[in-house]
Each structure stands twice: as C-alpha cells, then as structure tokens.
C-alpha cells in the first residue's frame, strides 16, 4: 500500500496472527494511512508451515517455529522501509498476538535482547535465544492429563472457572506450561522467561522483557482476574519458579516503555516513540470494534464468535471471562459456537434451493417465534452447550421429526440467535437501554438475518468493517496509551473513528416474543443435553 504520510503523529498497531503478521498505520485522524503483512507459508517457505503451524503425527501437539515470527517482523518492517513509510513519525505502537500460544527465552536472551545491534536482522541475533524452538499454539490440544490436575488442585472446574475465568482447557497457557515444564524439563531449567505471543512481540520493541497485559492473561489459566495478580494455587500445580518466569503482569494499556535504541538506529523510529502493552488477538478486536458497555459482537464466520462487554461477570463451565483491554476494571466474555455459517449453508441448501434470496423470503414470511417452533441445529458436537444432533420442538415441546421448509429456516436462525443470548447472559450480559449488536462476517451481509438478529436481542443492530480489527484495535489501544487516561477515556480517542452502519432495529412484538422464548430455550437445552449422543455425529444430519 503507498504511503500518504504527511502527519506529525502516526500509531501502529501489529498483529501477530495465526498465518500472518499484520500491521496497520493510523494518523491522528484515526484514518489508516499504512497497511502491510508478511504471510508465513508463503513468504517464508524455509520454515514449511501450513496456516503457520506444524501439526505433530499425532494431530495433537500444534506448534509454529518461534524465529518465524522474528524473521516475520524483520521482513515486515523492511517492506514498510522500501515502500517509503517515515517510522520517526510513529508516537506509539501496540499489537497483538494470537492467544495462549508461549514463548521460551534460554537463559541470557534477555542480555541479546538489550544490545541488539542495529547493523543486523533480530532474526540473525536472536538464534540462540530460544530455549524452545517451537512454540506451542492455541491449536494444541495436547494437554489433557495437566488440565485436570489443575482442576483438581483448584477444587473442580466451577471453582477454576471462577478464579481464572475458565475452567482448564487443552490450548490455554498454564496447562502447555505444565506440559513443558514436565516432558522437557532440562528446556525448561534452562529458560529465564516465558513470554505470550503478544508479550514476546512486545519485548521485540521494547529490547527487554514486556509485561504480560491483564486480558491475554486471562487466558492462561493462571491469573486471578479479580485480584488481578498470579493465582498461587494455579502456579503451584503448574510448575515451579513460575513467578519470577511470567513477570508481573499489568493492564492492558500500560506503556512499557521506549522503543530500543535497535528500531531508532535501524529504522529511523523517534528515541520517545512508546511501546503500549500488547494483547491478545480478541481482546484487540474489541478494541478494533469499539464494544462498549451494553454491547454485544456477533462474528457470524464458519463458526459464529461473541464478545461481550461485561461489567459484573459470571464465569461458568463454558466460554471465558478475560479482563477488559480497554477498561481493566470490566470484563469481557468471549464465546465460540462450532455451528455457524456452515450449518446455516446446509440448511440453506436443503430448505431454500441453495438461495440465499429463497432463505431470505423464508424468514420474511414466517412471524417472530415461529408460532412456537424452536430448533437446535449441532451439525457437529457442539462448544456450546456440548451437544450434537438435529432437535426440533413443536409450540407444546413436543419433539417433532419434520416441519416445513420455511419454518425450519426461521427454527434455525431464530435458535442459533437464542443460543448466542442464552450463553452471553448466563455470563453476565443483560441487555440495557442503548444495548447495540455489532454484526460481522459473512452472514452479516444478509438484512433478513440480521433483523432476526435484532428482534432476538431487542437491540439495533449494526455493521461495521473488522477487517483488520484486532490491528486497528491495538493503534487505537496505543493511541489511548499515552495520554492520561484519568481524564481521557479509550471512547474520547474514538470520536472520529468511522460509524458503525445501522441496518436493523427490533419489531415492536419482539420483546415480548423473545423473553418467553429464551426462557423455553433454556429448558429445552436441558432435555437436549440430556440426550444420548451418537458416536459419530454426521450421522445425525438431516437430509
Ligand atoms: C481464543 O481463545 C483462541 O484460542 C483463538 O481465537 C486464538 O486467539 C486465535 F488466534
């Protein structure tokens, strides 16, 4: 992209994803004057990953090589060189990481790190620096034996859920720790700091040990998100020393501090140019996607995700609670759904003609409750709740085997909406006057469905470009970071941030229909869990 860079103060915000390293340039104005990326498969074949990562023979361990993502920044950063970006316009940078995946410094990196010379690649510098050589991902699944000693020692899953905001899962950071520190111990001896995606990147500018930020954190299974400080329980059954290895960790919109003299030397950057904690890719994207109190986001993808606003959270069995990045005295939820734009396809293929403008009409003709219909549709075993099968329930719950086409199209989307409500408020969201849907992804493109959208919620319902949210959130993030935020809000920098697009607001009826309905949802959920669950099960697809 060709640089129009005549402002005085630009904000970068990186992203290190899963495939790719992202970074987009703002100005003031928050308009974004820069966009640039590295694509790891292709751009750096040496390292022979797919979608970034290396899968074990045994589809359980998932790993990216940790220099990749150097060898990444050096690229990238070269790139935006070449094509003529003016980095000692740069206030303040920030970024993000994909979630829970950690880094192993070895023992000295950290003396690497502060005299970085500015005559060579990080990449060529940092070698030696990595205890473990492939860091574990958020794909990792591998960890089950150390996810249950966890809960044990934390006194069950409920209990873990409400000390760190989840109960143990497979991909989260502690138990990838646990595994570490037990099948590679001489490795582990001989790292001196483990760092998050997010807080390794950050060390990257910052030519020392960045902080781990609250809300990436929070996905580790380690940190007490309402003292905010390491949970001794969770750290004793981890592993040992983890204290001095993790740091302290701090909100999400501290400064760290200054760039290294490494960046002002080899490209140009300001000696006052700040490094705001970086954080987790979702938790970026709630900044991206400005969500305030009251607000909801649905990413209706191949699966469906919500982030929530929270004030007061719930944690439960499933989904997560993180510390708010942008406000860390709030919370936010994070909900994942398998069944989303895939099953929505199926169902459209089978009851509408393969048409989206067929499935359109479907939900035009049919009213606001389906007269009494409601429909569970889990192609695959569900996340949320852990269930699998096609179940429909006719207005006197009684199970039914069939139901017309158009009834089925409004029974599907009516019940995916429910359930993304039922599960946001059993984590402590409520609706309140001003409550706004923020919709993206593929789906959201379609203004029938988003009406169901808006009637299910009570809410307006809005569009907005996330492209590249977790990027823009993290300028927006650096932005906010240096100015006093005691009296200058994240949503005071916003003002000029481009409008969310309204493209629905609730029917009239729609709340009386709908409070009546979540609550038959609920209960219809529990005979649904109740069901046995065939081993396989696509063999539970319908048509
Ligand atoms: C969240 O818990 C996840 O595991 C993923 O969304 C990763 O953050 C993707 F990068």
């Not at 790719?20 to 928050?30: G, H, P, R, W, Y």
């Not at 290396?54 to 690229?75: C, E, F, N, Q």
């Amino acid at each position: 992209m060709a640089v129009v860079q005549d402002s005085k103060e630009v904000y970068l915000g990186f992203d290190f994803s899963t495939q790719q390293l992202k970074v987009v340039a703002i100005n003031e104005d928050l308009d974004v004057i820069h966009q640039n990326h590295v694509h790891f498969d292709s751009q750096l074949p040496d390292f022979r990953t797919e979608g970034g990562v290396h899968v074990a023979a045994d589809g359980l361990r998932i790993t990216s090589p940790v220099l990749m993502w150097v060898k990444a920044l050096d690229l990238l950063l070269d790139k935006m060189q070449k094509e003529g970006f003016d980095f000692s316009s740069v206030r303040a940078l920030s970024g993000s990481g994909q979630q829970h995946g950690s880094v192993y410094w070895r023992t000295g990196a950290s003396r690497t790190l502060e005299q970085l010379d500015p005559t060579f690649s990080l990449h060529q510098q940092l070698q030696d620096s990595f205890a473990v050589g492939d860091s574990p991902v958020w794909m990792d699944s591998s960890t089950g034996p150390q996810c249950e000693r966890l809960q044990e020692a934390a006194g069950g899953a409920a209990k873990l859920a409400d000390l760190t905001g989840s109960r143990a899962y497979e991909r989260f950071t502690g138990n990838q720790i646990a595994k570490m520190c037990q099948e590679r111990l001489q490795d582990f001896q001989d790292t001196e700091r483990i760092s998050l995606v997010s807080s390794f990147a950050a060390s990257l500018f910052l030519g020392a040990y960045a902080a781990i930020d609250y809300s990436d954190g929070s996905g580790m299974n380690l940190l007490d998100i309402r003292t905010k400080k390491w949970s001794e329980v969770c750290m004793e059954a981890t592993a040992p020393h983890l204290d001095r290895l993790l740091g302290t960790p701090l909100p999400s919109v501290s400064v760290l501090g200054p760039v290294s003299p490494y960046w002002v030397r080899r490209f140009g950057f300001s000696d006052s140019c700040r490094v705001v904690a970086f954080t987790g890719d979702n938790p970026a994207s709630l900044a991206g996607m400005r969500l305030q109190q009251g607000d909801i986001a649905v990413s209706l993808g191949t699966s469906d995700t919500v982030f929530v606003w929270l004030q007061h959270p719930r944690p439960a069995l499933e989904g997560h609670v993180l510390i708010n990045p942008v406000d860390w005295r709030h919370f936010m939820a994070l909900l994942c759904f398998k069944n989303g734009s895939l099953t929505r396809e199926r169902v459209r293929n089978r009851c509408a003609e393969g048409s989206w403008e067929v499935f359109s009409a479907a939900l035009r003709h049919t009213p606001l409750g389906n007269n009494g219909y409601i429909g569970f549709y889990f192609d695959v075993l569900e996340i949320l709740p852990r269930a699998v099968g096609i179940h429909i329930f006719d207005a006197d719950d009684n199970k039914v085997s069939s139901v017309s086409a158009e009834v089925e199209v409004r029974a599907l989307v009516e019940g995916q909406f429910l359930s993304r409500r039922l599960h946001a408020e059993r984590l402590g969201y409520s609706i309140i006057p001003g409550s706004r849907v923020l919709a993206t992804g593929g789906a959201s493109c379609n203004k029938d469905i988003l009406q169901v959208l808006s009637d299910v919620f009570n809410a307006p319902v809005y569009t907005i470009d996330v492209s590249n949210s977790a990027c823009l959130g993290s300028a927006y993030r650096a932005k906010h970071g240096v100015l006093d935020q005691s009296t200058v809000s994240f949503f005071d920098i916003l003002k000029k941030a481009p409008e969310a697009r309204l493209v629905a607001t609730p029917q009239p009826t729609a709340q009386q229909v709908y409070n009546l309905m979540l609550q038959r949802y609920g209960q219809l959920e529990k005979r649904v869990l109740q069901e046995p669950r065939p081993s396989n099960a696509a063999a539970n697809l319908i048509g």
